[in-house]
């Protein structure tokens, strides 16, 4: 079996599919458990056995999806699929619909991402010509069971409404499953897999929805730029695993010094940039400093006690201006604050608005 799957599918499967596959053995289940009924509410006992074993297969599919069996639960499933439309059409006659559910597997085949594409195209095909080859041989055929006409008429209303539900039902799940795949790659591509932070492609993304409020006069927007001091130090003195921890630790103190609706980032490298929408000069210094002191309270153990440190550049856009004027202001007064000793904020001048003096923290 595994040489077979080695050969068919493949390497890197998807969850969508999987998750797809799982709700096809509950559907399917379902439905030839209702059929079960169905056959045994008209005396029909031999079809009603039948679908016993239907269900008990769709069962067994379920427990090998669960046991990571893809491709053992898929050709169990297309094997009873066709075998049920197959003996169904011979006894019953192609009035009775059972052919519906055999077009289900082409679709179910076209999605699949367990199959490389040859083989893919294959079973589409062969599905395809198997169904054609079932209309020629029985759509005129005289049936082994003489069934009534009105249970005949049941069944092809019970199977075609079946069909028709579950292939809404599986294009429904395919497409939410989809979207939620997709939502979750985008997260992905937005954050920084070390710290968990968002990125430097997130942060700008954000930087210029919060600038265009700001230009349509919905407030300030409070730019802050952190770079960890001595960084290099730590790099060089405990090593690169040392550093990623006080990376963690530092993004940790940032993340929770702010609200909701502020947005972090690491910028890249050791640095760190801060968005805070609606934050006047005056508030953007005093959560610069509390974030300061955050970080500079942090202990990195392994790195022997290192007492981290961080300064922070702070500009505040104005209307008329664009992001990357403000995130300038913020670089320059970050480096006038290395300049000036490290481990302080450092508010940078607005134009025509002069500008405080720098808050430091002792190094």
């Not at 169905?38 to 009603?48: I, K, M, P, R, Y």
């Not at 179910?108 to 020629?136: C, R």
């Not at 700001?214 to 730590?234: E, N, S, T, W, Y």
């Amino acid at each position: 079996m595994r040489q077979l799957q080695s050969l068919l599918f493949p390497s890197g499967t998807s969850d969508v599919f999987l998750a797809l596959l799982g709700v096809v053995a509950c559907v399917a289940g379902l439905t030839h458990f209702c059929l079960l009924l169905l056959f045994a509410a008209t005396g029909v006992t031999a079809l009603a056995q039948v679908n016993v074993a239907s269900v008990l297969c769709y069962v067994l599919a379920a427990s090998l999806l669960h046991r990571g069996w893809p491709s053992a639960a898929m050709m169990l499933m297309g094997a009873e699929i066709i075998a049920h439309g197959l003996m169904a059409v011979a006894v019953i006659g192609w009035q009775s619909g059972f052919h519906f559910y055999i077009v289900l597997i082409i679709p179910v085949i076209i999605v699949n991402s367990l199959l490389s594409p040859v083989p893919k195209g294959v079973l589409a095909v062969g599905v395809g010509l198997l169904y054609l080859g079932m209309d020629w041989r029985w759509r005129n055929a005289t049936p082994y069971m003489d069934a009534p006409r009105a249970v005949l008429d049941a069944l092809y209303y019970f199977n075609l409404t079946s069909t028709l539900v579950i292939l809404g039902v599986l294009s429904t799940v395919y497409f939410q499953l989809v979207m939620n795949a997709q939502k979750r790659l985008r997260d992905v591509a937005r954050t920084d897999p070390l710290t968990q932070l968002r990125n430097r492609r997130y942060a700008m993304e954000a930087a210029q929805l919060e600038a265009a409020r700001v230009q349509r006069g919905a407030g300030p927007l409070a730019v802050l730029l952190g770079d960890i001091d001595h960084f290099k130090v730590i790099n060089d003195t405990h090593g690169h695993e040392v550093g990623d921890e006080a990376l963690k630790a530092v993004a940790e103190v940032l993340r929770g010094g702010v609200r909701e609706v502020d947005h972090v980032a690491r910028w890249g490298g050791e640095e760190f940039l801060v968005l805070l929408p609606g934050t006047d000069a005056g508030e953007a210094l005093a959560v610069a400093e509390r974030l300061r002191a955050g970080v500079h309270a942090v202990s990195v153990p392994a790195a022997h006690g290192w007492s981290m440190g961080i300064t922070l550049g702070v500009s505040v856009m104005v209307p008329g201006e664009t992001f990357e004027q403000a995130l300038q202001r913020a670089d320059r007064a970050l480096y006038q604050g290395k300049a000036a000793g490290r481990n302080r904020v450092v508010l940078a001048s607005t134009p025509g608005i002069s500008c405080p003096q720098d808050k430091a923290g002792v190094l």
